[in-house]
């Protein structure tokens, strides 16, 4: 069911994953990040932001639950979303701070612990599994979700 | 009575999951009142719909309390200071709009607090206070920042966390190892019957910046090693973990707080917010003092954690220079430092 599964050994390589997604899926603006704590969903973010052309610093979202990017990338104006919803623990909650309204702009939007939000994301997005893989690396699954 | 140049305020925290409200005059704390939200401990972490929620529940009870405590009446108060940002927005909203109906009924002005500067200005709740200029090393769930600190009203950031916050470590960590929420004070408690035998990684980050998402991944490794030669080993070490992680969280904050104040050539050091009432971090801190000969503050347990009284006393500053906001204010959850 994946459309790409990869193999790193060291976090630098997650440049590859981003360069992957974004040159594959350019028109794929939400981003499903699946994954254990530490197993590197916002280290992958950071790097997705990397290659979009942003360089300054990206924190975890878990606290503030949202993190909001504006920044030129080869002189357009790119908006990224930041979201993490590990927070959450119910579905209305997800009305009280605007999920639908973050879904619905013209953003690119990344989501960590994604799964009380499905009832909300459109067909065409791609879901990143990341997991512990062997002694130091990472397995990573892509899934690129298209419109039927 | 009211002298004419009594200056009497009510300040307002609810960024978060606490609900706080203080009272201040002529800056000295004449209560200082904490509506906690046991709710959260059930759901493993703060709730942040159930906290905007319960804010409303308990704004009225905390803010009633802190005038009773005081013994001041409405009438005496000369404004209204409330947390504008950072934080839930939620939250926040339920605070803003609060002291905002108040401070209209009364026909007061409102002041808006910088819920970090007002970590930093806690230290003036009572003596000792530091002397200008004073490096600050403020440490709390959402938030890893080093400080200058040049006036009440002027600070300079000079380092923060790249990823996540120093709180956020020790609940993430304390997690991993499935510690009950929150488990700061877990790891803490846990940590004073163990030896910090394992060693974890110290990340190796530019200037004075902190980074603490590694460690976690570094415990996750450790626990994957350590269960496959036994499937006991975390339960019969937790003490030894705790006392480990502990020991390198402290040891990361320490390093990066060293370095700043040498790099700024000031003596006089702090360390404020939730994180700094870390019996450890506490303890080095000033042993870290004594070493360089700093003169080290740390403020008492009630003004460490998210709490009003520092809130009335980043207003007493404001109200000081007349800085009132209007009545067209609204929260600011990523508000800039």
């Given at each position: ?148 | ?50 906290a905007s929620r319960v804010h409303q529940q308990h704004i009225s009870i905390a803010v009633d309390k802190a005038m009773i405590e005081a013994k001041v009446l409405k009438k005496q108060l000369n404004a209204i200071a409330f947390t504008r940002g950072p934080g839930l927005l939620g939250s926040l909203l339920v605070g803003v709009n609060f002291a905002k109906a108040m401070a209209l009924a009364l026909d007061i002005p409102i002041i808006e607090v ?224």
């Amino acid at each position: 069911m994946f459309d790409h599964i990869l193999h790193i050994k060291e976090e630098d390589e997650l440049e590859q994953i981003a360069d992957l997604v974004l040159s594959n899926y350019p028109d794929h603006k939400l981003i499903l990040l699946h994954g254990a704590l530490g197993a590197g969903k916002t280290a992958l973010v950071k790097r997705f932001l990397k290659s979009l052309a942003y360089d300054g610093m990206v924190q975890s979202p878990t606290y503030g639950i949202v993190n909001e990017y504006n920044f030129l990338n080869d002189e357009v104006e790119e908006k990224v979303f930041h979201i993490d919803l590990y927070r959450i623990n119910h579905v209305s909650e997800l009305v009280e701070f605007g999920f639908e309204e973050y879904l619905m702009q013209d953003a690119r939007v990344f989501i960590e612990w994604p799964d009380i939000g499905s009832d909300y994301y459109p067909e065409e997005h791609i879901e990143i599994h990341l997991s512990l893989d062997g002694d130091k690396g990472r397995k990573i699954s892509i899934k690129a979700n298209r419109k039927h | 009575m009211k002298k004419k140049n009594d200056i009497y305020l009510l300040a307002i925290e609810s960024s978060c999951d606490d609900t706080a409200a203080s009272i201040i005059k002529n800056g000295e704390i004449l209560s200082n009142i904490i509506v906690k939200q046991d709710d959260h401990a059930a759901y493993g972490g703060v709730v942040p719909e159930l906290a905007s929620r319960v804010h409303q529940q308990h704004i009225s009870i905390a803010v009633d309390k802190a005038m009773i405590e005081a013994k001041v009446l409405k009438k005496q108060l000369n404004a209204i200071a409330f947390t504008r940002g950072p934080g839930l927005l939620g939250s926040l909203l339920v605070g803003v709009n609060f002291a905002k109906a108040m401070a209209l009924a009364l026909d007061i002005p409102i002041i808006e607090v910088h819920h970090m500067h007002a970590h930093i200005l806690a230290h003036f709740a009572e003596e000792p206070k530091p002397s200008f200029p004073f490096i600050c090393l403020t440490v709390s769930g959402g938030h890893t920042q080093l400080v200058k600190v040049i006036s009440p009203y002027t600070m300079e950031l000079l380092g923060q966390t790249i990823d996540d916050a120093a709180g956020e470590a020790f609940d993430k960590t304390g997690k991993l190892l499935g510690l009950p929420y929150p488990a700061g004070p877990q790891i803490d408690k846990r940590a004073k019957l163990g030896k910090a035998i394992y060693e974890f990684p110290i990340p190796k980050i530019d200037k004075l910046d902190f980074s603490f998402s590694g460690l976690k991944t570094a415990i996750l490794y450790f626990v994957q090693r350590s269960v496959k030669k036994d499937p006991n080993f975390v339960k019969e070490h937790i003490n030894d973990i705790c006392a480990s992680v502990q020991n390198t969280i402290v040891e990361i904050l320490l390093l990066k707080l060293e370095k700043a104040a040498l790099q700024e050539n000031v003596n006089q050091i702090a360390i404020a917010g939730g994180v700094s009432a870390n019996s450890e971090l506490r303890t080095r801190f000033l042993e870290l003092c004594t070493k360089n000969q700093w003169t080290g503050f740390v403020p008492a347990f009630q003004y460490c954690t998210d709490n009003a009284a520092m809130i009335a006393v980043a207003a007493h500053y404001k109200y000081l220079e007349s800085d009132f906001a209007t009545q067209d204010i609204t929260p600011d959850p990523r508000l800039k430092f």
